[in-house]
């Protein structure tokens, strides 16, 4: 069965740092490039941060980086997908998602990519709250 789950979540004042993880568990997953996308209130979901399938490759949208750290740790059948969130900005508030590539096996190094389209398993999100 394929699960996403994410955690990490809360409240936390601008300019301060939280840290996101996403379980992702089924046959694939530790195949898959993985990424994170978030949703800010009244927007669009938009793309934040992608890993390659081995972790040695990551993307950023420019909002975020020098800030935003993705990483990943992949074990049989599992991984599990961190976000490291610093220098956190009101802006930032919004549900942040966890999602997989649509397409395993793809290779070591290849980055997922920033289109929503390319990711065909997604968690429910976790809120990420930036208080000024």
């Known amino acids: 069965q394929v699960q996403l789950v994410e955690s990490g979540g809360g409240l936390v004042q601008a300019g301060g740092s939280l840290r996101l993880s996403c379980a992702a568990s089924g046959p694939t997953f530790s195949s898959r490039a993985m990424g994170w996308f978030r949703q800010p209130p009244g927007k669009e979901r938009e793309f934040v941060a992608g890993?390659?399938?081995?972790?040695?490759?990551?993307?950023?949208a420019d909002s975020v980086k020098g800030r935003f750290t993705i990483s990943r740790d992949n074990a049989e059948n599992t991984v599990t997908v961190y976000l490291q969130m610093n220098s956190l900005e009101p802006e930032e508030t919004a549900v942040y998602y966890c999602?997989?590539?649509?397409?395993?096996?793809?290779?070591?190094?290849?980055?997922?990519?920033?289109?929503?389209?390319?990711?065909?398993?997604w968690g429910q999100g976790t809120q990420v709250t930036v208080s000024s």
């Open positions: 999602a997989a590539h649509f397409a395993p096996y793809m290779g070591y190094d290849v980055l997922p990519g920033t289109g929503q389209t390319l990711y065909h398993y």
């Open positions: 890993i390659s399938r081995s972790g040695g490759s990551t993307e950023y």
